[in-house]
């Protein structure tokens, strides 16, 4: 079975630095784009990045551009995400996905606190 489990998660200061992980298995990862998502308190659930199968394309939301890097590791089975220069506004549960099916997969989700 399909299975996704984020780690690295945790509390930062603003301008701080984080790397999440994700763990895949139970599909065949490098068939597939992978992404990350985060969802903050009381909003809904958005996109932060996307990396794609074959050529690793990546996509970023806006207010994360230049500060957030996705990449991935097919021989590991890894989706990882670099965050740099941390905001508040970046204080979430951050998700990762594989788009399998028709609502996909969700890893459990890692909580990512931005606080002086």
């Known amino acids: 079975q399909v299975q996704l489990v984020e780690s690295g998660g945790g509390l930062v200061q603003p301008g701080g630095s984080l790397r999440l992980s994700c763990a895949a298995s139970?599909?065949?990862?490098?068939?597939?784009?992978m992404y990350w998502y985060r969802q903050a308190p009381g909003k809904e659930r958005e996109i932060v990045a996307r990396?794609?199968?074959?050529?690793?394309?990546?996509y970023y939301r806006d207010s994360v551009k230049g500060r957030f890097t996705i990449s991935r590791d097919d021989t590991e089975s890894t989706v990882t995400l670099q965050m740099n220069d941390l905001e508040a506004e970046d204080t979430a549960v951050y998700y990762c996905?594989?788009?399998?099916?028709?609502?996909?997969?969700w890893g459990q989700g890692t909580q990512v606190t931005v606080s002086s």
């Open positions: 996905n594989v788009p399998i099916g028709d609502s996909g997969y």
């Open positions: 139970g599909f065949t990862f490098s068939r597939y784009y």
């Open positions: 990396i794609s199968n074959v050529g690793g394309e990546t």
